[in-house]
């Protein structure tokens, strides 16, 4: 059943609380027990949890998925399927193909130097849900943005379906995109054997990707230990339509979300027929009566829905004014489906609300930023002032110290330069005085005899 929401005061209450995050302590503390285990005991954690929820019995040497399992996956598919693969890929390369921006480097006066680095990540785990709806694209939305930004290992897990194997498509898709690093294990214990490494599994620097709401609280939990990139759990659809939009596309939509498992499924409209026309043909969801299409944009920035789409008369207007949405699909012919398969863009997008400060997966994710710096005596003699201040403002003495130290350093240097500079001189002058005096001694003749009767100043002697 549809439940129909109004805007007004209560409305907003009501909706408030369909888009609240939840917090659910026994989600909490299980998921929580299961990444502690992984993190005590790895492999073993693994199978045993596998066994629990997988229904699967694995040991430490099927964990990693081999070749032979990956040729036995071509042989399960249908050939076109390659094709078709192909066509979305190069679709999804083509989107990511301009990189964002490179490195840069910035010389300011006394020989300052500042640089902004861009570098990939190293090593990242990619999340693909699995079981009844194995999503086989998430495979390839997920892969080419990190391939296209560098990172050089990249390992994907997935849960084994009940025969104990994993999804031939995900399999060949993964082929295609030259990942070797496929393993047979998914949830919560997956996400924490990605974070913390196990003896089969090594960990990596970031994990991505979608999944249930375990997986998710998953991610929550090991945040900051990794690297996540959003939380991306059940899936929502938010369709706004007036009353010139084909009721059929938009009760086609809505039930497409309703697909997914736990996933949300909302019509936003200023059109009551429309909206009873809707409630007579789908069964679960919101319809949320609007009295302007301006009132539906306050709404849908409430909201901050994974998937947006437009079906009114000026949908580029409305778009211009919405802030908070995953990925907006504009116009009557441009379903969700369209993004989720073959447009380009990475289909990987926030959930939850997290739309006002998560965005859509891209290059970016897989990209690191570091500052590189670098100044002069001259150029640190200039704001030294400034830099001792705020030290001592802030109460860090070694900060201030660090930055004095090199100056009265060089002061003292230069006293004893000085120093060492005028005893010197005074040893080279000493010391040809007493070159002067050594070579008069030794080229004067014999002095005469002195006469005393010659000598005015001496008296003569009498006693004679």
């Excluded at 939305?141 to 084994?160: T, Y």
């Excluded at 909201?303 to 000026?314: T, W």
């Excluded at 908070?324 to 990475?346: E, K, L, Q, R």
Aim: charged share 30%; aromatic share 6%.
């Amino acid at each position: 059943m549809m439940h129909v929401i109004n805007w007004d005061k209560a409305g907003f209450r009501k909706l408030e609380k369909l888009t609240a995050q939840e917090f659910d302590k026994k989600r909490f503390k299980a998921v929580s027990k299961i990444i502690e285990d992984v993190r005590m005991f790895g492999d073993r954690a693994l199978i045993k949890y596998t066994k629990r929820f997988d229904g699967v019995e694995l040991n430490t040497n099927r964990l990693r998925v081999g070749e032979g399992d990956i040729n036995k996956a071509y042989e399960q598919i249908e050939v076109r399927f390659v094709q078709l693969l192909k066509h979305a890929i190069e679709n999804v390369r083509n989107f990511y193909r301009k990189r964002p921006k490179k490195s840069f480097r910035f010389k300011a006066r006394d020989g300052v130097i500042l640089e902004e680095n861009y570098t990939p990540i190293e090593r990242i785990g990619i999340y693909i849900p699995g079981g009844t709806a194995p999503l086989v694209s998430t495979v390839y939305m997920s892969v080419l943005p990190a391939k296209m930004a560098g990172v050089k290992e990249i390992a994907i897990v997935s849960p084994p379906t009940r025969n104990g194997e994993i999804d031939p498509h995900i399999l060949v898709v993964a082929s295609l995109l030259r990942v070797k690093e496929i393993y047979r294990v998914g949830g919560p214990q997956a996400i924490a054997a990605l974070a913390f490494g196990t003896k089969t599994i090594p960990k990596v620097d970031k994990i991505v990707g979608p999944g249930n709401v375990y997986v998710t609280e998953a991610k929550r939990q090991v945040y900051g230990f990794c690297d996540i990139d959003m939380i991306a759990g059940p899936s929502e659809v938010v369709v706004l339509a007036d009353r010139h939009a084909d009721p059929s596309y938009v009760v086609s939509d809505l039930l497409a979300q309703a697909e997914h498992s736990n996933s949300t499924a909302i019509l936003v409209t200023s059109s009551r027929r429309l909206a009873n026309e809707v409630k007579k043909k789908v069964d679960t969801g919101y319809v949320i009566l609007v009295r302007s299409l301006k009132e539906a944009v306050k709404v849908i920035n409430s909201i901050a829905p994974e998937h947006l789409q437009i079906m009114v008369k000026k949908p580029s207007q409305i778009k211009k004014k919405i802030v908070n949405a995953g990925a907006i699909f504009i116009g009557p012919f441009t379903p969700v489906a369209v993004g989720d398969y073959i447009a380009g863009p990475s289909h990987v997008l926030p959930t939850g609300g997290t739309a006002r400060f998560y965005s859509a997966l891209g290059i970016e994710d897989f990209i690191k930023r570091s500052h590189s710096i670098s100044y002069t005596r001259e150029a640190l003699e200039k704001v030294k002032d400034q830099i001792i201040k705020l030290a001592e403002t802030e109460g860090l003495e070694q900060h201030k110290n660090s930055v004095e130290v090199r100056f009265s350093q060089s002061e003292k240097t230069a006293a004893d330069d000085c120093e060492k500079t005028v005893s010197a001189a005074k040893l080279t002058a000493d010391a040809r005085d007493i070159k002067d005096t050594k070579e008069t001694k030794d080229g004067k003749e014999d002095a005469p005899k002195e006469n005393p009767k010659e000598n005015p100043d001496k008296p003569e002697d009498h006693r004679s």
